[in-house]
Every structure is written in structure tokens, then in C-alpha cells.
């Protein structure tokens, strides 16, 4: 199965930069195909399209413990039915947007996986502590992921 | 504020940069007043403190995911001035390359995700509807296949060119570090050509779907979204629009000349404003002084952004754009337009300019000149890189030590300078739609459209899932209790 793993994120906006680090890592270990964006937009589209298998890695604020990892599905970040905010588009909304335009070439699986964070706010190359222990673990789960 | 009702639109959460907007109603429930207030990520500047002057084109590109290319331009042409040094030709060639490409890609999702939705599928249709996924209905999916298959070409130029897929890191003082092969530019010309068909395509949706529908025209040149500003833009030696380098030049409500600055000269123009109830400041003209946050002759508010270039400029600097200017001004019957929906309409005919100056550039022999980069001066301590962005003149100006060193950086980006004209335009909005205490779920978007020609960039930094600005409107009675909700999550 032809995967991709995409690790979004601002890399100099401390935890914000976590999806991009996890990519990083797994990338020195693994041998499979991956992605840095920065935004949500058409891009993410550019990149997926064409494999069987995406993992997209991203930073998530719910309010919940820092470090905290979720395992989602487009339809638990599709929260919404206002599809776009005033500025961008969201993850949710391409994604959704690339099954109804481009639904033969679209991923037959993707998997989101979120990180909660604790500070977007400050200009910086490193994440918090808790969400930092965060990146192995994460990893780890995509290796499991992408072996099965 | 006592005796007033209050209406708030609010974000529920930080994502997004923290927008607010607050309604006040007057006792028979008409609009008193409206503020627009943002939060931006501060600190940006103090992080750029410290660092050599030729590494902060390669860290800029980092602000923001959406206008990366923009940033590492205008810091690479402040390094220029830091190094004292002039970018060869190919180089300056090569740039506007960049940024135009940059343009196409911007533009189009601006367009199609956010301005065209509000149109296409009808300011009035449910949210549910209106929307990107609305607009593809309506539109058609082959076409919408071909819209976002051609613009993923501006992202492939964009990455060809600036060294690196995501953030570019090409930039140099005096020039940039990557020629164009004789390959890489066969390439981008085909890739420019359909560039140019996208901007054709978009420009005949545009038409199509806005300027035959009589409502529609009716919204745009409704007093409701006009605003009676100046204007502030780049233009070139011809006085036509120039995304990459020129003059800035600043019109008046009646479109006279107030004056054209480059570098520095910047702060002879702008001033800014701190207001007690805003995070921001808020710039106006100097030469005119304070007037308030008002509209009209005499107003010291000033916008940036694609309406504002097309109104500052003579004209377009190719032959598609240049007719299609034309027939804007034709169509809206004034010079400058100070209608804000005509926001969406310049962003289409400069998507299709930037695509022909695209291709253009891609045929110009002298793009894939070795001659890339030009010797270093001495340092001279100062720097201004001015760029138009896609959202407006965006000024980087840095002063370094003796070694480049940066001592200090002061970035003023276009949401800044448009914050007057922001304010004024959800004022307006919400004076139009809000009568007599009645608020319907439709005038949160009417509210919405306001602001939306603009594209505000509010921390487009973050984008943490859900990646969303929830808003909510809260209506006060004059009692201060809460009696009436509208969401739109």
C-alpha cells in the first residue's frame, strides 16, 4: 500500500510546530514518503492525491492535557457546517473537498492524528515539555501504522 | 454604553488569530456603533532580533504559511539594501517570477474558497450551501478539477524556484542562489500557459455568475459595502501595477496624487494611531492627521490590497488584465471605486495578470542567465523591503549592526494598514442590515462579507485543528441581559 505521512505545522511557533517534528523523526528511522505544510489549504491535495494511505499529523487545542494524542477521523474534525473560517480553508473542508473533485484519486484511508498543545502564541523552534514527550510516542504509532 | 443593547460576534476559542467584533444598538435597536478588535501574535520582530540579516529571508518565510514567498521577498530585498548591494537583472527577474507565481496560487484560493461561495450559491443560502463545496456544486466538478489542477502549477513553479518545497530559502542578498535552467524554463512556460487559461477561466466565472446577475451587481454597488477611502499601492515607471518592486503612491477619495514614497520614506506617509479599545494601532496618513474612523473627502484612512493597486495604478502592465481593467471601471462607473465587493473582482484580474507576467517572464531569455547574484557591498545598517502582497503593501524594514547583525525589525503587514477601512466596512454592514433590533442568522454573514473582500490575515501563523473561527453573536437587551444567540458552529 502506498502511503504518504503530512506533518502540518508553523515550525518556528513552538508547539504549533509538533506535526512537523514527528515527520522529521520518522523520517531519519523509516523509509516512507512524507510531507511538511504549513497551511490547510488545496496543498494538502497536492500531496495526498495518488496514494492508498494518508497519516496527516497536526497540532489540536481542545483544552484538555497538553500532550494529550488523539486518533481522528474527518468526520470528528468536520465539526462544523460554516465549511470555512474568514482567512482559510480548513483540514476538514479539503479533505471533504478532494472526495467530491477528486474521489478516484483520494486516499482510500486517512488517519488524523492530533497532538494537543499548550502554547501557540510565542515565536520558537521548541515545543513545551509535554507536548515534546509526545513525539515518540506518536511515532511509534505511525510505524505501527504504517507495518500493519 | 448605558440604554445600549450589544451585540457581539466572537470567536470562541484563540485559533486563527482572535478576531472580535462588537455591535451596539441604540434603543430602537439601530446600529450605534461597531468595533472590529484584533489580537495579534506579538513577538514576532523580537525573534528576528540577533540574527544575521541573510538568514532572515529564510526565517520570515516562516510568519505565515499562506504568504511565505511574500515575506522571504521583502526581507531579501531589505538585505539588498543592508548589503548595499543591487540584485542583477536575472535576479530581479527571477524574483517577480516568485511572487507572481505566488500570486496565482493565493489568488485563486482566496477566490474560490472564500469570496466566490458568497456569490455563486447566494449571499442568502444556508451556510450549509455556502461554501467551497457549494461553489463546486454549482460550478460543476470538471470545472472545479480544473481550477485547483491548474492552480497546483503555481505551487510546482513555487517550489522550483525557491529552493526548497515549503519554505523558500533562495533568497540572497544582491540576488538568489538558484539559476533557472533551460529545462526548468521550458517548464514553467507550459505550466504559465495554463496559468494564463486559469485567469481567462476565473475572470469568465466572475462575469458569468456576478455580472449578469442583477442582485448581485446590486450588493456590490450597494451603499452598504462602499467605502469613500484612500488608496496605497505599488506601481512601476509606467504608473501600472507592480507586485514585485516600483513607487508606492497614495490617492485621495477623488483619486489625486497625495504623494509616492520608496524605503524609509514610508514614515513621512504613515502614522499610526493607538486607540484606547484595540490592540492594534491603527495607521492613517500623516499629511492629512486624524480624522476618526470615518469615510468620505478628508478621511485620513487609507486601504491596501488589490482594489487599492488597481485604483492607485494607470493600468495593468499586460494585455488580458489591462482589458479586463478597463471594463471594471466601465462597469462601476468611478475613479477610484470605492466599492469594497469590487475587492473579489480586482483579486480575479490580477490573478489573470500575474499568470500573464508569468508567463512572460518564463519567456524571457535572460531568466536563465548564470548571472544570479551580484558582489556584496559594504554593510550599511538599514534596510526596507517593500512588496505588494497579495493582501497589501507589506513593509519589512530592519537595521542591523556592522557585522548584519539585526538590531532591530519593524514589520507592518496589509491587515494593519486596512484595519481603518475594516472597522468602517463592518460598521457599515451592520448599520445596513441591522434595523430595529431585528438580527437574523443572515446578518452575521452580511457582517461577514464585509470584512471577507479584505481577507483579513489575523495570525494566519496558527491553523491548530479545528482550524476554524467559531463566532458567535450575543444581542444584549439595554438591561445587559443576554436574550438571543446566533452561532455558526
Redesign the interface.
Known amino acids: 500500500m502506498k502511503t504518504i505521512v503530512v506533518g502540518i505545522g508553523n515550525p518556528i511557533l513552538r508547539d504549533d510546530s509538533v506535526g512537523i517534528k514527528v515527520v522529521e523523526e520518522l523520517s531519519r528511522d523509516v523509509d516512507v514518503d512524507t510531507a511538511i505544510l504549513t497551511t490547510t489549504n488545496f496543498e494538502v491535495l497536492d500531496k495526498i492525491l495518488g496514494y492508498d494511505k494518508a497519516i496527516i499529523v497536526d497540532a489540536i487545542q481542545t483544552g484538555n492535557e497538553p500532550g494529550t494524542i488523539y486518533e481522528l477521523s474527518i468526520d470528528d474534525i468536520f465539526v462544523t457546517y460554516s465549511f470555512t473560517n474568514t482567512h482559510n480553508l480548513t483540514l476538514a473542508t479539503t479533505l471533504k473537498l478532494g472526495y467530491v473533485i477528486f474521489p478516484e484519486k483520494m486516499p482510500k484511508e486517512i488517519k488524523l492524528i492530533a497532538i494537543e498543545v499548550e502554547d501557540v502564541e510565542n515565536f520558537g523552534e521548541e515545543c513545551t515539555p509535554k507536548v515534546r514527550e509526545a513525539i515518540p510516542k506518536v511515532v511509534e504509532m505511525i510505524k505501527r501504522e504504517i507495518s500493519k | 454604553m448605558s440604554g445600549l443593547k450589544k451585540i457581539e460576534i466572537n470567536p470562541i476559542?484563540?485559533?486563527?488569530?482572535h478576531?472580535k467584533i462588537a455591535i451596539f444598538l441604540d434603543e430602537s435597536g439601530n446600529v450605534a456603533e461597531a468595533f472590529f478588535q484584533v489580537v495579534e501574535?506579538r513577538?514576532?520582530e523580537?525573534?528576528l532580533v540577533g540574527m544575521p540579516i541573510e538568514e532572515v529571508p529564510r526565517?520570515v518565510s516562516?510568519i505565515c504559511?499562506?504568504c511565505?514567498a511574500i515575506h522571504h521577498t521583502a526581507a531579501t530585498k531589505a538585505s539588498d539594501q543592508i548589503y548595499g548591494v543591487e540584485p542583477t537583472e536575472t535576479a530581479k527577474k527571477i524574483r517577480e517570477l516568485f511572487v507572481n507565481a505566488h500570486y496565482v496560487e493565493d489568488h485563486a484560493?482566496i477566490l474560490y474558497?472564500?469570496g466566490l461561495?458568497d456569490f455563486v450559491v447566494g449571499p442568502e443560502a444556508?451556510?450549509?450551501e455556502r461554501?467551497?463545496?457549494g461553489l463546486?456544486k454549482k460550478v460543476g466538478?470538471d470545472v472545479?478539477?480544473e481550477v485547483?489542477r491548474k492552480?497546483?502549477y503555481a505551487?510546482k513553479i513555487l517550489e522550483m524556484l525557491g529552493g526548497k518545497?515549503?519554505?523558500p530559502v533562495a533568497g540572497l542578498p544582491g540576488g538568489w542562489s538558484k539559476r533557472v535552467t533551460e529545462e526548468e524554463r521550458q517548464e514553467i512556460e507550459k505550466l504559465a500557459k495554463e496559468l494564463v487559461e486559469l485567469g481567462k477561466l476565473t475572470i469568465q466565472i466572475f462575469e458569468d455568475v456576478i455580472l449578469k446577475n442583477e442582485k448581485y451587481m446590486e450588493l456590490i454597488t450597494s451603499d452598504a459595502y462602499r467605502s469613500v477611502l484612500n488608496y496605497m499601492g505599488t506601481i512601476d515607471e509606467k504608473g501600472r501595477v507592480n507586485y514585485y518592486d516600483g513607487v508606492q503612491k497614495i490617492i485621495d477619495t477623488k483619486g489625486n496624487e497625495i504623494g509616492r514614497f520608496t524605503g524609509k520614506e514610508y514614515l513621512n506617509y504613515i502614522a499610526e494611531r493607538v486607540l484606547p479599545w484595540s490592540y492594534l494601532k491603527m495607521p492613517y496618513l500623516k499629511q492629512i492627521g486624524w480624522k476618526g474612523i470615518v469615510d468620505g473627502d478628508g478621511t485620513s484612512l487609507y486601504s491596501v490590497g488589490p482594489l487599492a493597486r488597481l485604483n492607485v495604478a494607470d493600468g495593468m502592465n499586460t494585455p488580458l488584465a489591462q482589458e479586463a481593467y478597463e471594463k471594471m471601471f466601465d462597469v462601476l462607473k468611478e475613479r477610484p471605486i470605492h466599492y469594497v465587493m469590487a475587492y473579489h473582482w480586482a483579486r480575479a484580474i490580477e490573478l489573470l495578470n500575474a499568470a500573464e507576467r508569468v508567463l512572460e517572464l518564463a519567456q524571457d531569455p535572460e531568466i536563465t542567465s548564470p548571472d544570479v547574484r551580484a558582489e556584496l557591498g559594504e554593510v550599511t545598517g538599514e534596510g526596507v523591503g517593500i512588496i505588494e502582497a497579495p493582501r497589501g503593501t507589506l513593509i519589512h524594514h530592519y537595521k542591523t549592526d556592522e557585522k548584519g547583525i539585526v538590531t532591530e525589525a519593524n514589520l507592518i503587514v496589509a491587515t494593519t494598514h486596512n484595519k481603518g477601512p475594516i472597522t468602517l466596512a463592518i460598521r457599515k454592514a451592520a448599520k445596513h442590515f441591522i434595523k430595529n433590533g431585528q438580527v437574523d442568522e443572515k446578518i452575521l454573514n452580511y457582517v461577514?462579507m464585509a470584512?471577507?473582500p479584505y481577507?483579513?490575515?489575523?495570525a494566519?501563523?496558527?491553523?491548530?485543528?479545528?482550524?476554524?473561527?467559531?463566532?458567535e453573536i450575543n444581542i444584549y437587551d439595554s438591561d445587559g441581559n443576554l436574550y438571543k444567540t446566533l452561532r455558526?458552529?
Request: contains cysteine.
Open positions: 476559542t484563540r485559533l486563527e488569530g478576531g501574535l513577538g514576532y523580537r525573534f526565517t516562516t504559511g499562506v511565505r484560493v474558497a472564500l461561495p444556508d451556510p450549509a461554501n467551497i463545496v463546486v466538478v472545479a478539477k485547483l492552480r497546483s505551487v518545497p515549503i519554505h461577514e470584512f471577507r481577507d483579513l490575515c489575523l494566519c501563523a496558527t491553523h491548530v485543528l479545528p482550524g476554524r473561527l467559531p463566532i455558526n458552529f
